[in-house]
């Protein structure tokens, strides 16, 4: 295990951080590190300082907003807080909005994070000894990158890249940026692929918040197809805790699957929120009987499964939560938490259906 020459009070730039993870991570980083965090974000739909009100009067904390694409703010960013590390989880993320619109996730996932690395390659350059070799760009992807998997296996980091989405792609292409930015500038860069995340503060248009929000409203749950797609759960807390090993004591130029072990067919996790809700708020009835089969995405991915061996064995990281304890902390975090959801379903964003590229909602 290499560990990092980072000072425990040093100041890290977090991009993408009043997204749902980024949130997360800044809560972390504030809450149980010294580190001084930038949270750069540029604020798109899924962007929310609400998700930031337990820190942001920290004077640890500064937020920014920044499009990562506008390479002159970025400098002016590096040259006034002079950071030691960046952490890059400014992204356009949902698979439903690149199908009914790639522009973004060309410009944001590709050309933001092109600008980003050449603004941190330019700062790099401008640093000497110690601070030069501590330095870190940590970039966070997905294991979409790596398609789909059939009944048996596991993506390794040795899994060739065989992205099938919008959203995939342009993440794909901006690893083999940072990747490039390694390997040709010497730039300290690593990489982590994770499984899909749930937890608190999560956009209500992704999988398990939708499912909360329609069960405990009693409005009809849609799953796409049989509902048989598979994924890889990981619980938000335990995600950031492994960005901080990467940061922390990754080696540079490599690249950590990030996963918590829990395979679930989206149905399995329709019919576990139910069953939750059917404990916490038993006025609701049987909640399975609101589930409802919709026409599948395009092109949806049958099984995602992640193999995280090399972040456990080397960097000694390791999940917390089954999905069992996480699900449930999950389900009754958004039944206290009505306020910060009403702030987001007050605006333009209703639950409505995207991505099926014909413009249907359900
Ligand atoms: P999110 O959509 O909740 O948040 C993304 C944040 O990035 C938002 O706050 C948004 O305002 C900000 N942003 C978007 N474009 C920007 C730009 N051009 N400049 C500055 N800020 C911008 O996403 P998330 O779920 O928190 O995901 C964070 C990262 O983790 C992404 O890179 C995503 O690809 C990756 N990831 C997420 C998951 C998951 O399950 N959520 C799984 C694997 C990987």
């Known amino acids: 295990m290499t560990q990092s020459a980072l ?3 040093a100041t890290l730039f977090v991009t993408g951080g009043a997204g ?6 800044v809560r972390y980083l504030i809450g149980e590190t010294q580190y001084r965090v930038v949270n750069i974000d540029k604020l798109n739909y899924a962007g929310n300082l609400a998700s930031l009100s337990s820190i942001d009067q920290d004077s640890r904390y500064s937020f920014e907003q920044v499009d990562i694409s506008d390479g002159r703010e970025l400098a002016r960013l590096f040259r006034q807080y002079q950071p030691a590390g960046v952490l890059n989880l400014a992204a356009e993320t949902h698979v439903d909005r690149s199908i009914d619109g790639p522009a973004p996730f060309i410009e944001t ?3 933001g994070t092109f600008k980003l690395l050449e603004a941190a390659r330019a700062h790099w350059q401008t640093l000497t000894g110690q601070a030069k070799d501590a330095f870190r760009f940590v970039h966070i992807s997905t294991d979409e990158v790596f398609g789909s998997l059939g009944k048996d296996g596991f993506f390794t980091e040795t899994t060739p890249y065989d992205p099938r989405s919008p959203y995939s792609a342009s993440k794909a292409s901006s690893d083999m940026l940072v990747r490039a930015w390694q390997h040709t500038f010497g730039l300290p860069t690593l990489v982590t692929n994770c499984s899909n995340n749930y937890g608190p503060y999560q956009f209500p248009e992704k999988l398990i918040p939708t499912v909360i929000l329609k069960a ?3 409005e009809a749950i849609p799953v796409y197809g049989t509902g048989d797609n ?9 995600h950031v805790r492994g960005l901080v090993a990467v ?3 990754g080696q540079v130029g490599q690249t950590y699957n990030i996963g918590g072990h829990n395979e679930r067919s989206n149905l399995d996790v329709v019919h576990t929120i139910c069953d939750i809700l059917s404990d916490l708020r ?10 409802n089969f919709v026409t599948d995405r395009p092109g949806h991915d049958k099984r995602y499964a992640i193999d995280p061996a090399k972040i456990q064995g080397e960097l000694d990281w390791n999940p917390q939560e089954t999905f069992d304890t996480g699900i449930r902390k999950t389900v009754a975090w958004y ?4 306020a910060w959801l009403d702030a987001i379903l007050s605006g333009d964003y209703r639950l409505e259906r995207l991505g099926t590229s014909l413009g249907t909602s359900v």
């Open 7 to 9: 000072l425990p009070t």
């Open 20 to 25: 749902f993870i980024g949130s997360a991570l």
């Open 109 to 111: 996932n590709i050309v």
């Open 216 to 218: 405990s409203q009693g």
């Open 230 to 238: 598979v994924r890889d759960w990981l619980y938000v807390d335990d």
């Open 247 to 249: 940061l922390e004591r």
């Open 282 to 291: 038993p006025e609701g009835g049987d909640y399975r009987k609101l589930i």
């Open 335 to 338: 039944l206290d938490n009505q």
